[in-house]
């Protein structure tokens, strides 16, 4: 295929292939998950970012979000007539979503499909050698790339490239990780419809803003590593408040979801930030992560002064003995503590949950829903792990042949995708329906997540959302 062509237009698409998160580290199917929204496909932003800083003409399409479907895909391709089509991909929908690199080469046997997600950091050679319709797929961090390839130049002299010439694939060298994320375009949020991405329990608009990636911890089933590596690098506070100033002024969004690897490692930093965002009285709302050996009360009555409303904790498992498992290097103590500063400092809390990993039994998940318990969260969200190609757990599960090498699972995070070593797949399923039952149907936890409630607007949400969860539960979601 040629590479000398100049590119007037691309498209970048999140195919009509169901709702997920599609954040390469994280990528969630949200239908049957409690606490999960839907977020902006701010990845798939970025990209369209640099195109449109290399000079093309780029549109941006997310057909679950506006509930459009294929023949509405096929629509756009023919009426936009695309140089480019850029797929948001997740490794649970690869095959679903690589129909439209199909439809799109069907349509136009020249048009240059490009694939994005973390999938293509190890399998994507694999993936172009099965799929003929993918011409590139793209490695690591990709915004530079996509403003290399926007502006022409040769596919051979760009790295981070998987590409097709000729019949044959060839593998670029990698992309070196940025260390200025200052110089990195801000997502193109004048492309996208801001207004379907909102806030559960207001209903009020939220975009996701991407404050650091990276980070130095290496559990056993996260992708973070593999995507960002293990420095934590972080935006300038000034470059943060600038993108968010944009937001508030341009876009009308106050409602933000700080996303990172680990957004609390460095407090110096966060404490700044928070100071800025009050002198500058931005008057906005954030939730974040964190670890819960990563946070300190000095930094918690910062970021509450500055808007944070909810901190999500990766709890994981309710045992030290499990935690170490996966190599967490956090203990069920450091979790105790955690909650407790942050229900003093006045933040909601959430916390993860992971069942199903290889080791798990009855009475693990058992520790596991009591230690959620004793924890109260204002929020749970109750996972099960999913082998991503090249991370430890992928290699634990084959090597307990719990999966088949070369196996991609479909069911992700809300349904389980493999057995454990004492647990069949269909006792993880009403082990989580269990868990969950038992937590939200507390008396108790009712009561309070009512009270709390700041209007009738967030009222009515929560009943709304409160029943359709209600509903999942005792059925057996």
Not at 248 to 275: A, M, P, Y
Not at 313 to 333: P, R, S, W
Request: proline residues 5%; hydrophobic residues 40%; contains cysteine.
């Amino acid at each position: 295929m040629s590479t000398n062509t100049p590119y007037r237009k691309v498209l970048c698409t999140v195919p009509p292939t169901g709702k997920f998160i599609r954040e390469d580290r994280c990528q969630t199917p949200i239908e049957r998950l409690k606490t999960v929204a839907l977020r902006s496909p701010i990845d798939l932003m970025y990209a369209a970012g640099a195109f449109q800083k290399a000079g093309l003409e780029s549109r941006l399409v997310d057909y679950p979000a506006e509930d459009r479907g294929w023949a509405d895909f096929e629509k756009d391709l023919r009426e936009f007539q695309p140089d480019i089509v850029v797929l948001s991909i997740t490794t649970p929908s690869l095959k679903e979503d690589l129909k439209a690199a199909d439809l799109a080469k069907k349509l136009n046997p020249n048009v240059v499909t490009i694939a994005k997600g973390a999938h293509f950091n190890t399998l994507d050679v694999q993936t172009l050698e099965k799929w003929p319709s993918l011409d590139l797929a793209l490695r690591g961090e990709y915004e530079e790339t996509c403003e290399e390839i926007g502006s022409g130049r040769s596919f051979a002299e760009i790295r981070g490239l998987t590409w097709r010439d000729h019949g044959v694939i060839r593998r670029n060298e990698q992309r070196p990780l940025p260390n200025d994320l200052d110089s990195i375009a801000f997502p193109a949020r004048n492309l996208t419809h801001n207004q379907l991405y909102i806030r559960p329990d207001t209903g009020e608009m939220q975009t996701t803003i991407i404050t650091n990636r990276g980070c130095p911890f290496s559990c056993t089933y996260c992708l973070a590593n593999q995507v960002s590596g293990l420095k934590n690098r972080y935006r300038s506070v000034e470059n943060v408040i600038n993108e968010i100033k944009e937001c508030v002024n341009v876009h009308g969004i106050r409602n933000f979801l700080f996303r990172s690897d680990l957004f609390t490692q460095n407090k110096k930093w966060v404490i700044e930030l928070c100071n800025r965002i009050v002198e500058e009285k931005l008057d906005i709302q954030w939730a974040s992560n964190s670890r819960v050996d990563t946070i300190t009360p000095e930094a918690l009555e910062a970021m509450k002064r500055a808007g944070c409303w909810v901190i999500a904790f990766g709890v994981e498992k309710g045992t030290n003995e499990a935690l170490q498992a996966i190599n967490k290097k956090a203990t069920i103590e450091q979790a105790r503590v955690a909650l407790e500063m942050t229900r003093a400092a006045g933040i909601k809390r959430s916390i993860y949950i992971l069942i199903g990993l290889p080791n798990d039994d009855i009475a693990a998940v058992e520790k596991d829903i009591e230690f959620a318990k004793e924890l109260d969260p204002d929020f749970l969200e109750i996972f099960y792990p999913y082998p991503f190609p090249g991370t430890p757990l992928y290699k634990e599960a084959v090597a307990a042949g719990l999966l088949e090498d070369g196996t991609i699972p479909i069911e992700a995070y809300g349904l389980p995708c493999m057995p454990t070593k004492h647990l069949t797949m269909e006792q993880l399923a009403d082990l989580r329906t269990v868990m969950l039952r038992k937590f939200y149907m507390r008396p108790s936890y009712i009561a309070r997540t009512l009270r709390q409630t700041r209007s009738a607007k967030e009222f009515g949400n929560y009943l709304k959302y409160g029943f359709a969860q209600l509903r999942q539960i005792i059925l057996g979601a």
